[in-house]
Structure formats: structure tokens, C-alpha cells
């Protein structure tokens, strides 16, 4: 089964991965990596004006973003050099991220 979604609560998973589901349907591991890249990001207590900006910056540097809730953002990273390139922006701008794989 191939995941088509940002998996934004899963852990060391990727848009694309093809995983592997028990008979109940739960996730029992990956069997393809799809060489995409997850991180998450926290945006909380700054200006909508700085969060604009910064998902606009996700953007243009090829990051796709998809929002979970208020404050959670996913973002997919197609290859290592666009994961590198958001983390940079995201480490320059003192934003709260994870990388989930």
C-alpha cells in the first residue's frame, strides 16, 4: 500500500512510501522508501504576517506544505536537497520543526 498523504502524526514516514499493513490494517512497516523527505512545523505565537512569509519561503525553495490544525504544518520534501535547503530556512528563523524521517 503506498502512502498518498503527508503522513503528518506518523513517524519515519514519507508521502510515497509503500508500507506494509497487518490484517487490521495498521501500518506493519515499510516496504519501499520513496526517497521523499517529512518535517514538521510549529507555528505558534508569530505574527500571521512571519508565517506567511515563511510558508511562502517552504514554497519557493520546493516544499509542498499541507496544514493539520491551527498550528501544525507537514511538509514534503521530494528530494534531500530541498529537505536541506527548508531546513535552513526554518533554522535561520528560529521556527520549531522535527524531521519525521
Same mark, same amino acid.
Given at each position: 500500500?503506498?502512502?498518498? !498523504?503527508?503522513?503528518?502524526?506518523?513517524?519515519? $514516514?514519507?508521502?510515497?512510501? &509503500? &508500507? /506494509?499493513?497487518?490484517?487490521?490494517?495498521?501500518?506493519?512497516?515499510?516496504?519501499?522508501? %520513496? *526517497?521523499?523527505?517529512? $518535517?514538521?512545523? #510549529? $507555528?505558534?505565537?508569530?505574527?500571521?504576517? /512571519?508565517?506567511?512569509?515563511? $510558508?511562502?519561503?517552504?514554497?519557493?525553495? *520546493?516544499?509542498?506544505?499541507?496544514?493539520? %490544525? *491551527? +498550528? !501544525?504544518?507537514?511538509?514534503?520534501?521530494?528530494? /534531500? %536537497?530541498?529537505?536541506? @535547503?527548508?531546513? +535552513?530556512?526554518?533554522?535561520? *528563523? @528560529? #521556527?520549531?520543526? /522535527? &524531521?519525521? @524521517?
Amino acid at each position: 500500500m503506498e502512502a498518498r !498523504l503527508d503522513p503528518i502524526f506518523a513517524t519515519d $514516514l514519507s508521502f510515497r512510501d &509503500v &508500507v /506494509e499493513v497487518d490484517p487490521d490494517g495498521f501500518i506493519a512497516g515499510v516496504a519501499a522508501r %520513496s *526517497g521523499r523527505r517529512t $518535517l514538521r512545523i #510549529w $507555528l505558534k505565537d508569530r505574527s500571521q504576517v /512571519e508565517i506567511q512569509a515563511i $510558508l511562502d519561503a517552504i514554497v519557493r525553495a *520546493g516544499g509542498l506544505i499541507e496544514r493539520s %490544525s *491551527g +498550528h !501544525l504544518y507537514s511538509i514534503d520534501a521530494k528530494r /534531500e %536537497s530541498i529537505a536541506s @535547503n527548508v531546513i +535552513h530556512l526554518l533554522e535561520a *528563523g @528560529n #521556527w520549531i520543526y /522535527e &524531521v519525521a @524521517n
